[in-house]
């Protein structure tokens, strides 16, 4: 068995491992190192990834763009963070849809969209209170928006909360089994 870097790990195995790391939407598909990509391009590929249902693969391209954007055109950027965190809550991945909402929000604080999928992800995660309060940010600058409204109403229908303490030192939010 051939070995790499003198780890001792078959190399079948590593490539075992990539292969179904890609299967899941966790490793990207290898690329020439030398392509480079530029942001509107990805971006483009990640709508078009998104349009057929892959959101896994619109998620890392997405991300990609956004990393290309950088600094440079930020509106792009958080265009394509947001979009991300929309990939991530279709793909019930709060967590990560909260971490590239917030990364969008660092870029532009007013980004209605990076809100409202920050908003979704706060509740998918059962923070009820900080997903209120992002919910009320929303209303008071969209007030007609439908989806907006529709979010309200969903998180109405989700019971108050009592503060858990989390192994990060933060509280989650958890249900009461006496329906407080």
Known sequence: LARIDGIGCP??????????LRDDGLAAAPEEPDEVEAPEALKKRGDAAFRRGEAAAAARLWTRAAAAAGRDDRRLAV?????????????????DALRAAAEALALDPEHARARYF?????????????????IAWLVAREPGNPRVLELKAEAARVPEAADVPRADGDAARVPRADGD
């Open 118 to 134: 920050r908003a979704r992800a706060l509740l998918a995660l059962g923070r009820r209170a900080d997903a209120d309060e992002a």
């Open 11 to 20: 190399t079948s195995m590593v490539k075992v491992r990539i292969d179904l």
């Open 79 to 95: 265009a394509c963070l947001a979009n991300t965190a929309r990939a991530h809550i279709d793909l019930s991945r709060a967590t």
